[in-house]
């Protein structure tokens, strides 16, 4: 081969480069997304085929959240009916287990999710934590990110700040951006104690039934999704059954599209 076809530091170059640009042209948004799971990725697809400009912040390296692993690790996840619909309009094939129960392969489910989503628009930023919120005149205004590997590595570094019109928690069990508005920015909530109420433990058919109802602005700005929505809201848990996952994802781009109108 050539040595001049191929060089490495034109391979850096386009790497850092197109990463960069990517980056850049995502400092301002619509809606910024906290969280990879199925909730986050069901969101941005939605918002993204909408033609608004999203992107999603993950921790990890994977995408996908507590998707991949099923129930403890088998890797199928169980829907409901509703949930089935919206797996078969991202291609995702659900076998009938029995009357309303439906199981997929995870790693399809994830995997199929992630490719819609970002085939439609959305830019995911992975490897990045969001470790704050910009707040001004009381409403939110987007967020403060990191280095994942700055907080692992417990290295004393700045964040970046990223605007954006709209932030949507979906960052699963820890609920993490309406802890920031709770302790850090000491904000009440839009919940019955003003705060995250916490999670309940497992009830599969209330935390199902809960969700699409606590999939709301938590604060100016704020949505809640997924996971993170029930915890808000003290709704139970509900293990492997990811229908009310989709769900909240497809109603929250509701709410927010309506929002942009
Ligand atoms: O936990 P996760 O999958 O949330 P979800 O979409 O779905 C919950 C289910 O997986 C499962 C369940 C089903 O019944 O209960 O748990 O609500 O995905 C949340 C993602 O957010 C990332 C985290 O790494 C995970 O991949 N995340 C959490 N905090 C942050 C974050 C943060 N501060 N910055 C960036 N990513």
Known sequence: MNKKTLSDIVISRAIIESFSDKLIEYLETDVAIVGGGPAGLVAGYHLAKAGIKVSLFER???????????????NEIVVQEKGRKILREFGVPAK??????????????????????????????NLIEVEDLMI??????????????????????????????????????????????????????????????GEKSMWAEAGEGSMETNTREIFPNVYVAGMA?????????????FGGMLISGERVAQLIKKRLK
């Open 60 to 74: 990890k390296l994977s995408i996908g959240g507590g998707m991949w692993g099923g129930g403890m690790m088998f």
């Open 229 to 241: 929505a029930n915890a808000v809201f003290g709704s139970p848990r509900m293990g492997p059954i």
């Open 96 to 125: 009938k287990y029995r009357e309303h129960y439906y199981t997929a392969d995870s790693v399809q489910a994830v995997s199929t999710l992630c490719s819609r989503a970002t085939l439609a628009g959305l830019k995911i930023f």
């Open 136 to 197: 001004k005149n009381n409403a939110v205004r987007g967020l403060v990110v990191n280095w994942s590997a700055v907080s692992m590595a417990n290295l004393h570094v700045d964040p970046i700040s990223v605007e954006s019109r709209f932030v949507v928690d979906a960052s699963g069990h820890p609920c993490e951006v309406a802890h920031l508005l709770e302790k850090k920015a000491k904000i009440k909530l839009v919940t019955e104690t003003g705060g995250v109420m």
